[in-house]
């Protein structure tokens, strides 16, 4: 059996949004790392959230249900949702299982920051 790593932090935007960052492999075994700091988050209308998955390796389907359930506290709260930095393979497999129709996405923090000012 291998090591399964996941980091998954929170911090405030120098521009207010707040970052979960999540990174490593994201599985049925390190979802809870990342589900507390969701559930941890406060959602709401003043302040967007950008989940920066550009560290982020693997994710399975308990992993994407950890997304759906950030996509689903932010429609309840009113709060603008950004995933940003998910590689070519996992752009793919959000693609396929429908969730580039739930999420905005953007390629950095940066460009999600930016987009929220647009």
Do not use: W
Request: aromatic share 8%; with cysteine.
């Amino acid at each position: 059996m291998t090591d399964r790593t996941l980091t998954a932090t929170r911090h405030t935007h120098s521009r207010g949004a707040l970052v979960l960052a999540v990174a490593g492999e994201l599985d049925h075994h390190t979802a809870p790392e990342f589900t507390r700091v969701v559930q941890e988050t406060p959602f709401g209308p003043d302040a967007p959230v950008l989940i920066d998955a550009s560290g982020l390796t693997y994710c399975d389907s308990t992993g994407i249900t950890v997304f759906v359930s950030a996509y689903q506290r932010a429609q309840k709260t009113g709060t603008r949702l950004f995933v940003v930095g998910l590689n070519a393979d996992l752009t793919r497999v959000f693609g396929i299982v429908g969730l580039d129709q739930l999420f905005t996405f953007q390629p950095t923090v940066d460009d999600a920051i930016n987009a929220l000012r647009a």
